[in-house]
């Protein structure tokens, strides 16, 4: 069964579908342990339909390139690995699902693809819409930002696994910066308690039909949170964390490009 956290220490721990020694951070080169471990047959939602204004580049983030590939297929590769994702649903900016559909073809188009489809004005909307694909017998639901494509198959497949036993999961780092709040921008006024703050990341996974509900309970109370695990959060109860890397960042700045190529290269002087 995986290892979730409920104190910092856990981190030191690894999550089922990693063997033991093997790093989360490594290539998809890895093997999962033969006893103890099922898959699951989950629905990947990978949301890839913002605005990325704060990128400055003249393509939205999912069509930049790291080492030459495009963002968006190191994404969807990184989830088709994964032994228990089963389908694939990218969802994009309207005005790119034809260039998706241009990147994502040939050997760039994982088989577990399913569609390519236009995402809503804000995440909620993009999510909602990958997440009610039709389709038969699955049991999770994961949706994964477009603009962290450097998770590697082994982190997706260790929270799919923490979902199975918790109803829910995602993706955590603890905070080890000290923490200020500040209402103006300009002055701190108050300084917050680490010890109870952690930096989510993604893939964040939930149990499909009961996710399903949420995303309809939240549309019927407009309820628009930025994070999908705060729908479970508010409707059901408790997300169970996993261990996290820093290496799967999310792409936000143009600087975080460069670190993208640097992890890239390192990670293949490893294989």
């Known amino acids: 069964m995986p290892s979730t956290i409920g104190q910092r220490q856990s981190f030191g721990t690894r999550s089922a579908g990693i063997t033991r020694g093997e790093s989360t951070d490594s290539p998809a080169r ?99 819409v990958g997440a009610l694909w039709p389709c038969e017998g699955v049991d999770k639901i994961l949706v994964h930002d477009g603009a962290r494509p450097l998770v590697t198959p082994a982190l997706v497949e260790s929270v799919i696994q923490a979902a199975r036993e918790h109803g829910a999961a995602l993706l955590a780092l603890p905070v080890l910066e000290t923490v200020k709040r500040s209402s103006d921008g300009r002055f701190a006024e108050a300084t917050l308690d680490r010890a109870n703050l952690w930096k989510a990341q993604t893939p964040q996974v939930f149990a499909a039909a009961r996710f399903r509900e949420c995303l309809e309970r939240a549309r019927a109370e407009g309820f628009r949170p930025s994070d999908d695990a705060a729908l479970w959060e508010r409707y059901v109860g408790p997300v169970a964390l996993v261990p996290g890397s820093p290496a799967n960042l999310k792409l936000t700045q143009p600087g975080d490009l460069e670190i993208a190529q640097a992890i890239v290269r390192a990670r293949a002087h490893r294989v």
């Open 30 to 128: 890895f093997h999962y342990p033969v006893h103890g471990l099922e898959h699951s047959h989950t629905l990947a939602v990978l949301v890839a339909a913002g605005r990325s204004s704060r990128m400055g580049a003249a393509l939205r983030k999912p069509f930049l390139t790291i080492e030459g590939v495009p963002v968006l297929v190191h994404a969807a590769r990184a989830l088709a690995e994964a032994p228990s994702v089963k389908r694939i649903v990218v969802v994009v900016h309207p005005e790119d699902q034809k260039r998706a559909e241009e990147v994502l073809r040939g050997n760039n188009r994982p088989r577990q693809i399913e569609a390519i489809l236009p995402g809503g004005d804000e995440r909620i909307d993009s999510v909602r």
